[in-house]
Antibody
Framework: QVQLQESGPGLVKPSQTLSLTCTVS??????????WSWIRQPAGKGLEWIGR???????NYNPSLKSRVTISVDTSKNQFSLKLSSVTAADTAVYYC??????????????WGQGTLVTVSS | DIQMTQSPSSLSASVGDRVTITCRAS??????LNWYQQKPGKAPKLLIY???SLQSGVPSRFSGSGSGTDFTLTISSLQPEDFATYYC??????????FGQGTKLEIK
């Protein structure tokens, strides 16, 4: 059973770059019809899709964040990563990594990592 | 962008009740609609995909219906473990996904 686990600093200073890694266990990140996504949730608020990567390295980003986001993959380590630059307090959130299953027609997120809280503060 | 609107935002119910949560899309999304359950401090869990398909391992008291712009998640008989926040998510405009604002289901 595939499991995902986020890791990275819990505190980032304003204007700096947020960096998180998601480690995939229980299966290869390169197998199957999957994208690998990042999603965030500010405290008490809803979910916002950040972006995704395929193991080929192909990426898609939320247009609202595109200028600041980079998602990369390291298949040798079974990991993918998120970098968000020029952060502000508005980027404070719980960040989740998730596997996106895509089929002939339908896509969905399953499973998700447990999430990691990133606070932007000086 | 496709906007997803859930109603109600919160709901109080009792164990054994039948509960329905509604999700409306700002444009037709066919059956490209997923439902997730999130408990406090936990990651969302997939319940329903493609509007009405039950994810493996999810109890059969959960069901989804709808197509086009209007969708419902129904819990036929509430159990104590079902008190959580529920989110809908459209996968029509791949990959520009969007989620509803959530419906918090509380114990009456």
């Amino acid at each position: 059973q595939v499991q995902l686990q986020e890791s990275g600093p819990g505190l980032v200073k304003p204007s700096q770059t947020l960096s998180l890694t998601c480690t995939v266990s229980g299966g290869s990140i390169s197998s199957g019809s999957y994208y690998w996504s990042w999603i965030r949730q500010p405290a008490g608020k809803g979910l916002e899709w950040i972006g995704r990567i395929y193991t080929s390295g192909s990426t898609n980003y939320n247009p609202s964040l595109k200028s600041r986001v980079t998602i990369s993959v390291d298949t040798s380590k079974n990991q993918f990563s998120l970098k968000l630059s020029s952060v502000t307090a508005a980027d404070t959130a719980v960040y989740y990594c998730a596997r996106e299953r895509f089929g002939e027609f339908y896509n969905w997120f399953d499973p998700w990592g447990q999430g990691t809280l990133v606070t932007v503060s000086s | 962008d496709i906007q997803m609107t859930q109603s109600p935002s919160s709901l109080s119910a009792s164990v054994g009740d039948r509960v329905t949560i509604t999700c409306r899309a700002s444009q037709s999304i066919s059956s490209y609609l997923n439902w997730y359950q999130q408990k406090p401090g936990k990651a969302p869990k997939l319940l329903i995909y493609a509007a009405s398909s039950l994810q493996s391992g999810v109890p059969s008291r959960f069901s989804g219906s709808g197509s086009g712009t209007d969708f419902t998640l129904t819990i036929s008989s509430l159990q104590p473990e079902d008190f959580a926040t529920y989110y809908c998510q459209q996968s029509y405009s791949t990959p520009m996904y969007s989620f509803g604002q959530g419906t918090k289901l509380e114990i009456k």
